[in-house]
C-alpha cells in the first residue's frame, strides 16, 4: 500500500460486511484513522479485528437520528472532523410490483433515502473544505429488475441527490460522489442469489465475473482526496460493463 489516505480521517457506514468492509480495509490500509458502523455489535467486533490498523466501530442503524448524533459525536471527540464519509449503508429485499407492502417500502426509503440523506447532512458540521461524500448506489438505480422497483427507486434517490447537493454545498467545496456496484459478492447478496444466478450474472458481464468487493473498494479509494479532487456529482459505474451494454 502506499499510504494515499495519511492523516485522513474517514468514517464507513455499513463496515462490518460487505462492499464497506472492503473500502474500510483498503482506507485503513492507506494510512487513514477510520471509523465503521453497523447496527451488531458483534459483527463490528469481527470486522474491527479484520480490519486492525487502528480502526475504530460505532454500533448504530442509519435510519436512527439518536444514533447518528451519537456516532457523530464520538467522531468529533476522538477525531475532531470527516475527510471522506463513505455512506454505504442500505437495505434491500425483493417486492414485486402488485404484491408490495408498506412495510417493505417504509423500510427500504427508510435505510436508503431518509439514512442516507441524515447520514450526510448530519456529518457536514465535521467536514472541512475539500473533504469528500461518497455513496453508494447501484446499477439498479438506471436499471428495471423484476421484484425490485422499490429499491431501484430508492437508489434513483441517491443519485439525484448527489446533484442537488454539490450545488447546496457549493461554497464549502465538498465533493459527492456516487459509487455503483453492478454485483458484487457480500453477505447481502448470498442471502439474496443463489450461485447458478450469480455465475448467469457473470456471464452476462462484458469482464466476464462479479466484484469480488477489492474493485469498488478500489473506486471507494480513487472518489477519495486527493486523487479525484476536481471530480463531483458523478455516478461511477463499478460494474464490469454489465449495465452499459
Ligand atoms: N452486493 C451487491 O451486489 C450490491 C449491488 C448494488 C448495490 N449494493 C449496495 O451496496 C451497499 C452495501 O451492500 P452489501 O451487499 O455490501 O451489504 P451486506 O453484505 O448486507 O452488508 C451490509 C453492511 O451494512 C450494515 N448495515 C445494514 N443496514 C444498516 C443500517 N440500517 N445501519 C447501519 N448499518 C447497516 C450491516 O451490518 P448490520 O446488519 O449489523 O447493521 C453490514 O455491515 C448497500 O447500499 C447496497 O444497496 C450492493
Redesign the pocket.
Known sequence: MSNKLNGKVAVV??????????AAKRYAAEGAQVF?????Q???DK?VAEIGNGVIALQ?????MD?LDRIYSAVKAQAGRIDVLFA?????ELGKFGDISAEHFDKTF???VR?LLFTVQKALPLMPDGAAVIM?????SIKGFEAFSV?NAS?AAVRSFARSWIVDLKPRNIRINVL????????????LLNDDIKAMLAAGTPLNR??T?DD?ANAALFLAPPESSFISGIDLFVDGGYAQI
Open positions: 457506514t455499513g463496515a462490518s460486511a460487505g462492499i464497506g468492509l472492503a465503521i458502523t453497523g447496527r451488531r458483534s459483527e463490528l470486522a448504530g442503524d442509519v435510519a436512527n444514533d454505504n449503508a442500505g437495505f434491500y427508510n435505510v436508503n439514512g453508494t448506489g447501484p446499477i439498479a429499491y437508489k455503483s456496484p453492478g454485483h458484487t459478492q457480500t453477505p447481502g447478496l448470498d442471502g462479479i466484484d468487493g469498488m
